[in-house]
Structures are given as structure tokens and as C-alpha cells.
């Protein structure tokens, strides 16, 4: 069963909300390339993660669902999909899902200007709704999207850095992936009226699944296939991006060397023998237990939310990103 199956939720009216955005743009024109891309991916389909999470979030409210929640929902999706397309064309990577990234589909300047205008008018439409009601919006329009930036960029700038402490990858990987979870829970259990207690716990509990999702996902780079990749595995190596695999096999004697040797000129052929070593590594199974004990706390965070009905849902979501398949962990949605 599909996760927003499992979970009871409509796709239908995020997608047709998503659609109308642009649809209904006053400054886009209709046969504008904008509108055709944007239509498309949302049409190409998704797990819609992070809508599900604002729609899970609004259960803990006492109020009726909304149609602000449904719009949340949208501009969630709009803001992660507008920093895929963005990190495609940073990471170089050609494929995403499995498909053609868009940057291959119709050139990097056109897809920079689509994300553009995807990140810009949801803060813009979101903006509408900030007020003393609803005190998160802000934070998702302004603060998380100005720390997905930052997240990226201490990536960048910490390429084939390999003194990277431990903190700074968490905190990169906290700006970049699990702010978005846990403001989408917090934003959707503001927009039902849940008082701000219960809306804390939410986002604590997105914190922490966000975070055990990006460790799976940069452990998976280096274990999956290929073809469950969708993408060449160890680009994050080959990139230069400290990850957590990498930054534990740094502290194995035999390996620490080899990995330090890497550099962008390297030859592929050595960055395919460190893959090699790295995924054969205590590192991997050490990373993996972070991510568990990060989802061992965000099962605390439901305990403490045993009183809401929803709580249940938040199971659901915890053995969603608590699965073993590599493939669903990987192909990010
Ligand atoms: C995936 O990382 C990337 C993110 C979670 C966030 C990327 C954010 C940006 C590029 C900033 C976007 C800003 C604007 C203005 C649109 P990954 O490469 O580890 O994951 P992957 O394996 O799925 O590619
Ligand atoms: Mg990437």
C-alpha cells in the first residue's frame, strides 16, 4: 500500500492545487515554458512526502480540514521540488527518479529560472498567510527557505574537506533535508488551530525523521545500485561531499589515507576503489545506527503524542522512513 494510502490522504486536490499556481499566474502566460515544466513534473507523480507531512500535522488541531492546509501542502512540494532542480544541476546529476532532471530536458539557465520561480512565488503566496494565527509560516517562507541555501552552500564549501567536524555535517544536513520535514508538520498542525506544544513535538518528531532520511540516503550512495540509485553510485564521493560513511571510515587507520588523497582532479578509477572500500566498511553500519537513533527519538516524540488519535499516523510515517528497501529510502520524493 502507498504511503499516502496508508495515511488516507487525497493526492488529487495537492496536484490540482500545485497545477492551478501556475496555471492561474497572472504574470505567466499560459504557453509560457514555465507552465509546461512545472505541469509536467507534477504530473510525472511522487510520493509527496512533504505534503503528506502537513496534511499528518494538520490532524492535531481540533479545527476541520482546510483549504489553507491543502495550499500549505502545494508550497511545500513546490519549494522541494524548485531545490531538486536545483541540486540537480549542482551535483551534475542526470537523472532524478529515474528520469531525465530537467536541467537534460531543457537546459540549465531554463531550469534555474523554473526553480526560480517555483521557490519565489510559494514564499511570495505564503507570505499571504503570515499573521499571529499561523506564527510558522514565516519560518517556512523566509527562514527554511534561506537555510535550504545555506545547507547547500556549507555543502559546497566543505567539498573534499576532510576535517569536517561531525557537527557541521549535522548541521548541514539539518538545513538542508530535515527543516523542510518538521516545518511541514509544525505549519500543518498550526493551520488546524493545534496549540503550540503539540505543534513543538511535531516538528521535533520531522527533525528527527528528516535527519535519519538524509543519512540513509548519503549511506545509499554508496551501497545501492545503479539502477536503484537512478543514478551512478558514490556521486557524493566523486562530488566531494563529506557524508557520514565518510567521515567515520576517515577514522579507520587503513582507510583515513586513502580518502584524504582525494581531490577533484582524482582519477575516477580511485574514487571507485574508495567507494569500494568505504561500502565495505564499519562506517556504513555506524551511520546507519545514527539514523536509527534518530528514529528511536522521533518514536519518544509519538509516545509523548499518545493522547491524539493522529498519533497513529505518525507511525505510519516513522515505519515509512524506518524501511529497509534502499530503493524507496533512495528515489527522493
Ligand atoms: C538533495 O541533496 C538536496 C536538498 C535536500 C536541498 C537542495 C537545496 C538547494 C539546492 C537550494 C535551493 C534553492 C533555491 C533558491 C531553489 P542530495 O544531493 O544529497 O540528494 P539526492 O541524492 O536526492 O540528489
Ligand atoms: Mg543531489
Known sequence: MKLHEALRIQLEPIDKEMINIVKY??????????VRSVTELIRAGGKRLRPVMVVVG?????????????????????????????????????????????HVKIGVNEAVHVANYMMARSVELLSEYEGKDNPYIRKLSGVLTTKLCLGEY?????????????????????????LLMATCLQVGA????????????????GECVGMAFQIRDDVLDFTASPESLGKPAGSDLRNGNVTLPVL???????????IRSLNAASPLAEFA?????????????????LAESYL??????????????????????????????????????
Open 58 to 102: 494538520s490532524r492535531f488541531g481540533p479545527g476541520r480540514p482546510q483549504r489553507k492546509t491543502i495550499r500549505f501542502a502545494a508550497f511545500t512540494e513546490f519549494i522541494h521540488a524548485a531545490s531538486l532542480i536545483h541540486d540537480d544541476i549542482i551535483d551534475r546529476s542526470a537523472m532524478r527518479r529515474g528520469e531525465p532532471a530537467l
Open 25 to 34: 499566474d497572472a504574470d505567466v502566460p499560459r504557453n509560457s515554458p514555465i
Open 273 to 289: 576503489a574508495a567507494v569500494r572500500l568505504i561500502a565495505g566498511s564499519e562506517a556504513i553500519d555506524r551511520s546507519l545506527q
Open 154 to 178: 556549507q555543502q559546497l564549501n566543505s567539498r573534499f574537506q576532510f576535517d569536517l567536524p561531525l557537527e557541521r555535517y549535522l548541521e548541514k544536513t539539518n538545513n538542508k533535508t530535515a
Open 190 to 205: 498550526s493551520s488546524s488551530g493545534a496549540d503550540a506544544q503539540t505543534a513543538d513535538l511535531l516538528y521535533r518528531f
Open 296 to 333: 528511536q527519538q522521533a518514536e519518544g516524540m509519538i509516545r509523548k503524542l499518545g493522547r491524539y488519535p493522529a498519533h497513529r499516523d505518525l507511525e505510519t510515517l516513522l515505519r515509512y522512513f524506518a524501511a529497509g528497501k534502499p530503493e524507496r529510502a533512495r528515489l527522493r520524493q
Open 248 to 258: 567515520y571510515a576517515l577514522e579507520d587507520p587503513r582507510l583515513g589515507p586513502r
